[in-house]
């Protein structure tokens, strides 16, 4: 199983340059060693549109060659317009693929973000238990999603729901050390 991560790109669709991604994505990082620790089987891929400077069309075509069953999103509320045209043109790419959206925005505006981008699911708060329930479901071919905690999905029928909260870490101290692999260092 393979899991994209997205920084999306924001300078070049109105962000002012140097104010939205052209740090490293160490969220994304933190995701994939959690992910890495949770599921040694899966591979992960970050794909740091921003820093790159893809466009959408480039960052779809980035995922296309890597080929996810799950496709991930960071989503701050300043690159969020980004994120739906994004999210909108990878899941008419890629309808067989989970899409997976969270950071700040999701968080505060989980259900209107959902409707909005058209995703799987929204993350609210910290995203590396959430996205590790995904990946395990999607392993096991659990399509049960209600049992999510920290979620929001859409129903059978179109209403967004809430799963049980997630709790915080109390250590953080398990959560292993950024995957810096992944990105580009310099």
Request: hydrophobic share 35%; proline share 5%.
């Amino acid at each position: 199983m393979r899991v994209a991560l997205i920084n999306p790109s924001f300078s070049k669709y109105g962000g002012l340059s140097g104010h939205g991604g052209s740090m490293a994505p160490i969220n994304l990082c933190y995701l994939a060693a959690y992910g890495r620790q949770q599921h040694p089987d899966v591979e992960f891929r970050i794909i740091d549109s921003d820093v790159h400077g893809l466009s959408h069309e480039e960052t779809t075509d980035e995922v296309a060659k890597f080929d996810p069953m799950l496709i991930g999103i960071t989503a701050n509320t300043c690159a969020f317009d980004s994120v739906i045209q994004l999210s909108k043109r990878l899941k008419n790419r890629f309808p067989k693929s989970k899409l997976i959206i969270g950071g700040s925005h999701p968080s505060a505006l989980p259900e209107q973000s959902l409707h909005e981008t058209g995703a799987d699911f929204m993350v609210i708060g910290e995203g590396e238990r959430q996205l590790s329930q995904v990946i395990g479901q999607l392993k096991d071919r659990d399509e049960d999603w209600s049992k999510l905690k920290g979620i929001v999905r859409l129903d059978d029928n179109g209403a967004a729901k809430r799963g049980p909260t997630q709790e915080l870490f109390d250590d953080l101290d398990v959560i292993p050390m950024p995957a810096r692999d992944l990105i580009d260092n310099n």
